[in-house]
């Protein structure tokens, strides 16, 4: 439910072809499309033409998260009436909604929940120059900036009644005030992406770690995980965000937020049980039926009569090695390169068709 394809714009990054292939090989039939693009998916116009690409390239399902304001920059709605019947969700992405009163707008009018970033702009930034610098090395320094974020969002849930989702938490505040809110009974729901359960601050070694929100301290980890155990957390996502080799062999400093997420994610998911002792059912439920619940999607997210016949067929005892051969994404930007991961996929199948085979 949180995926970059890059395109249009960023084509050198991710194409919708690479993109769509990688989701295959991952086993994921259905994604979220983000709309940090250039243009910013913002128009019906837009929409309808990705529409027409994704068709042609007949792979995986693609859900549409058009922006919430005009090319994202937080100042003038889209024409959210036009365009929540094509949309899932808004969400100005990387982009956090850090005014309250258009918030607060768009959701008297809105029927489709906001995905919003959880970063009080500004704050973050000096806070995460100096993590970066130090590869992650100074520790104890509170992320006030997601949870003031988190927060705020909770408030404008609770006053309003609308949903509003989360997007990809990290720190062990957000999920206490998350689960705080939860039992109040407010209009929140959030999601955690899969490397922020395998990897750590401290094991940061280059620009392939670099992603934002940052990885966890190990505090931060064992929250998140009880956030998964308890069902504070109703998501897991890739948060896949492919860049180019280039961008990514700069210093840590310069380099772009990011890790390429979808190829590595049923991987993830067989991991995270493992390592963390969550029941791998439980897991699958958090990539399948909670977010079609959550997303009110129709016919998907369950093995039923009557539903699509969205299958992935994989053998959890078979490894296999990340290389930039083995993957399909332009991204290799990935912390699991070089290493042997669980979880072969064998045959990914949407609606009753075989998309992707092993070999």
């Known amino acids: 439910m949180h995926v970059h394809l890059r395109s249009p714009g960023y084509e050198y990054k991710e194409t919708l072809e690479t993109g769509l292939k990688a989701a295959v090989h991952g086993g994921i039939t259905t994604i979220g499309m983000m709309p940090n693009t250039n243009p910013t998916i913002d128009t019906l116009e837009l929409i309808k033409n990705l529409n027409e690409q994704i068709k042609k390239i007949n792979l995986s399902n693609v859900l549409f998260i058009p922006a919430l304001t005009k090319n994202r920059d937080g100042k003038e709605l889209v024409n959210i009436s036009e365009i929540q019947n094509y949309a899932v969700g808004f969400s100005d992405d990387g982009s956090p909604i850090n005014n309250t009163n258009l918030m607060l707008k768009a959701l008297k009018i809105l029927k489709k929940p906001i995905i919003d970033h959880c970063e009080v702009t500004g704050l973050n930034g000096s806070m995460r120059e100096g ?34 989702h989360i997007a990809h938490i990290s720190t062990k505040r957000t999920v206490k005030i998350i689960r705080d809110a939860k039992k109040q009974g407010i209009n929140i729901t959030c999601e955690a992406t899969h490397n922020h359960f395998l990897f750590k601050d401290i094991d940061v070694k280059n620009a392939n770690y670099k992603v934002n929100p940052p990885l966890p301290t190990q505090e931060d980890l064992e929250e998140l995980i009880n956030g998964i155990k308890d069902g504070t957390i109703d998501i897991l996502i890739t ?121």
């Open 131 to 164: 993590v970066y610098s130090n590869l992650y090395k100074i520790k104890g320094i509170p992320d006030i900036s997601e949870t003031i974020m988190a927060f705020r969002d909770i408030e404008v849930s609770r006053n309003t009644g609308a949903h509003i």
């Open 239 to 359: 948060d896949h965000a492919p860049h180019s080799k280039e961008e990514k062999e700069r210093n840590i400093e310069n380099s772009p937020f990011g890790i390429s997420g979808l190829e590595t994610f049923l991987s993830g998911i067989l991991m995270i049980s493992k390592k963390h002792s969550i029941p791998l059912k439980k897991l699958i439920n958090m990539v399948t039926h909670n977010p079609a619940k959550i997303f009110n999607l129709k016919n998907v997210g369950d093995i039923k009569e009557g539903y699509n016949a969205d299958l992935t067929i994989f053998d959890t005892n078979k490894n296999w090695k990340v290389t930039e051969e083995t993957l399909y994404s332009k991204g290799k930007n990935t912390p699991f390169l070089n290493m042997n991961i669980p979880g072969v996929v064998e045959k990914t199948i949407i609606n009753g068709v075989i998309k992707y085979e092993e070999g």
